[in-house]
């Protein structure tokens, strides 16, 4: 099936641990995307790539840390320097010249213990 | 800084009743809006809108622009309980790696 596979779906974890949430896509999109989700806040941008080794902050990205490797992966590290990382996390994939809507995948929920 | 702002932010309505949801933006270089609905997870696409003035329609949904005031607005006619979900509104701006920067988004409740 086509589509974006993020995991695991829940997660938690104590506090001063790192976490990597997995987003793995097989669309061939170039841009990549990581979006935090809070109740009452909407989706705000922590990471985002267009192309293979390159990537930008969003407006979020203190705490977190990513890689781009492959086209196809897009994983998102939380450390321990993210002050409240409990929260839902959401991967998106977007096709080149980053135009048409953004796919998501189905979200992985951090708690932080 | 860009900001996009949905209201109302939460809404209960009955079947059958008719709903309108906002969003307004400020942002520089306007590319497009978009509207999702989220259910549970993944937001699901509903509309993308770059014209003024021209009325998106799928089914009983149906989005419009405004370029000139700066909102768009969704509507949801004959409404069911399926409908129930949060919409979220997100303006695209150029130069910026086809990020979207979403409103907070209205949770909608339809109740039978």
């Known amino acids: 099936d086509g589509g974006i596979t993020q995991s695991p779906k829940y997660l938690f974890r104590k506090e001063g641990q790192n976490v990597t949430l997995s987003c793995e896509q097989n669309?061939?999109?170039?841009?990549m995307y990581w979006y935090r989700q809070d109740p009452g806040q909407g989706l705000r941008l922590i990471y985002y790539?267009?192309?293979?080794?390159?990537?930008q902050k969003g407006d979020i990205a203190e705490g977190y840390s990513v890689s781009r490797e492959k086209k196809e992966s897009f994983p998102l590290t939380v450390t321990s320097a993210q002050k409240n990382p409990t929260a839902f996390y959401l991967c998106?994939?977007?096709?080149?010249?980053?135009?048409?809507?953004?796919?998501f995948g189905e979200g992985s929920r951090l708690t932080v213990l | 800084e860009d900001k996009v702002v949905q209201s109302p932010l939460s809404l209960v309505v009955h079947e059958g009743d008719t709903v309108t949801l906002n969003c307004s933006y400020e942002?520089?270089?306007?590319?497009?809006l978009l509207w999702y609905k989220q259910e549970k997870k993944a937001p699901t696409f509903l509309f993308m809108l770059?014209?003024?003035?021209i009325e998106k329609k799928s089914g009983r949904l149906s989005s419009i622009l405004d370029k000139k005031e700066l909102f768009s607005i969704l509507n949801i006619t004959a409404t069911q309980t399926g409908d129930s979900a949060v919409y979220l509104c997100?303006?695209?701006?150029?130069?910026?790696?086809?990020?979207?920067?979403f409103g907070q988004g209205t949770e909608l409740s339809v109740k039978p």
């Open positions: 997100a303006v695209r701006i150029y130069n910026q790696g086809g990020k979207l920067i």
């Open positions: 790539s267009q192309i293979v080794n390159d990537f």
């Open positions: 942002v520089t270089n306007f590319r497009s």
């Open positions: 770059t014209s003024s003035g």
């Open positions: 669309l061939n999109h170039d841009a």
């Open positions: 998106a994939t977007g096709r080149l010249q980053n135009t048409g809507e953004l796919f």
